[in-house]
């Protein structure tokens, strides 16, 4: 019998944890293929990036490029694994279904490069 896969974390990250994130870390928590966290840049964040987040994390989907870039402002480099930019912009409500389309197709493209 063949052993599963452990799955790759994945921390996704927004500005203020309330829309993209948490629509991402809900629709893939339940893929197998997947750990799934959220969190935000910004200081009224529902739940704010830490550095045991990036520790933990195998990969890190940032909706936009600047959060990447505020991730490698506040923390060592050595704590920060692969870095990729989704470039979905904040133009969504929780649990959008468009945004759901989007961060499918986005989330199946990372993990499959």
Request: hydrophobic share 40%.
């Amino acid at each position: 019998m063949m052993e599963a896969a452990t799955p790759t974390k994945v921390l996704f990250v927004c500005g203020r944890n309330q829309r993209r994130s948490p629509t991402a870390e809900r629709i893939f928590k339940d893929d197998p293929r997947l750990s799934v966290r959220s969190a935000g840049t910004s200081e009224s964040s529902k739940r704010k990036i830490k550095e045991n987040d990036l520790f933990w994390a195998d990969l890190v989907l940032v909706m936009e490029p600047k959060y990447a870039a505020r991730i490698r402002f506040q923390f060592p480099a050595e704590s920060i694994p692969a870095m990729r930019s989704l470039d979905i912009p904040d133009d969504y409500e929780y649990m959008d279904d468009e945004l759901i389309e989007l961060l499918k197709a986005a989330v199946e493209h990372e993990l499959t490069r």
